[in-house]
């Protein structure tokens, strides 16, 4: 737990190095380019295809004019317009936790190595390209969960309580493996994370109900609505920051761990006897019982009779 705490201080203090400022850039400047390139050619024809479906929904048009005449016509136009964004912010969401992963996370890992594990050996345990596959693989997984429970999102409390969850184990499997695929060897790797799995997954759910903050932005006012590619782009910001919080947690907490294992295994085998290998030792050709007591058996046999 000493460890568990001691790296959240410290992710808390590098996410306001300048380099790591710097490099929560990068994934904005691509999400928010998709973002905005995306609202401009389907938003409106989005809102109008949710807005056409509820309507033809008898029970539910029913619904919405019952709430519109309590709070207004603009509400049946809004609603549209916020079921939109809750479709859009899971892909959000798992699209920026893949960019922090390939771009971001090397780089905090060389960040860290350097400034506190400069002596750790990187023994290349896992590729880029493998790197890519498992983010991408985790992906397509959360998303499918999402997908599965959506229904259950409209359960009173379940809302609270499913998106962490799911945020917090894709957050846990794709940031436990980036972080140790340059320094641990596949073993290693294997086995700090069957070994630390419940820690790791307690620092990905934190990390999941961390993603909320961002959404609480969309319930401030109906009028952010208008302005929604543009509040995306900075929602799409919090979330970078977020991830990038998350990968400096791991990354302080996951090479601790290894520079702890490498150094029990060092201290194994500083006290175990030294053995010869059996290339150095001395082939002993076995001697037979007359020669090795200075008689041959005819004498032997003679003094025995």
């Not at 201080?9 to 929560?24: D, F, G, Q, T």
């Not at 539910?60 to 809750?86: C, H, K, P």
């Not at 082939?283 to 020669?291: D, G, K, R």
Request: proline letters at 5%.
């Amino acid at each position: 737990m000493k460890l568990l705490f001691g790296s959240f201080w410290r992710a808390v203090a590098y996410c306001l190095h300048p380099k790591v400022l710097v490099l929560s850039l990068m994934p904005l400047l691509v999400a928010g380019i998709v973002t905005l390139g995306a609202g401009y050619l389907y938003w409106e024809s989005a809102v109008a295809a949710v807005r056409g479906t509820l309507e033809h929904w008898s029970l539910v048009n029913s619904m919405l004019e019952w709430i519109s005449s309590m709070l207004g016509a603009n509400f049946r136009t809004g609603i549209a317009s916020l079921i939109v964004i809750a479709l859009t912010i899971p892909v959000v969401v798992a699209s920026t936790l893949v960019l922090v992963g390939l771009w971001i996370t090397p780089a905090i890992v060389t960040l860290v190595a350097r400034r506190r594990f400069a002596t750790l050996e990187r023994r290349h345990g896992a590729s880029w390209w493998l790197g890519v596959c498992a983010s991408l693989g985790y992906t397509v997984a959360g998303l499918l969960m999402v997908m599965i429970t959506l229904p259950f999102w409209l359960v009173p409390g379940l809302a609270l309580v499913l998106p962490p969850l799911i945020w917090g184990w894709l957050t846990a499997e794709v940031m436990g493996f980036d972080t140790l695929a340059e320094h641990a060897s596949q073993p290693e790797r294997e086995a700090i994370r069957r070994a630390h799995r419940f820690p790791l997954l307690i620092m990905g759910i934190i990390c999941g109900f961390l993603c909320g903050v961002p959404s609480m932005i969309w319930t401030l006012s109906m009028q952010i609505i208008i302005f929604a590619p543009f509040v995306m782009v900075g929602v799409i910001w919090l979330y970078t920051m977020i991830f990038t919080f998350s990968a400096l947690w791991f990354t302080h907490y996951l090479l601790g761990v290894l520079a702890e294992l490498r150094a029990a295994e060092a201290a194994m085998r500083a006290v175990q006897p030294a053995v010869a290998p059996a290339s150095d030792l001395q082939l002993v050709e076995e001697v037979p019982p007359h020669e090795r007591f200075g008689y041959d058996d005819a004498t032997g046999a003679g003094e025995t009779a």
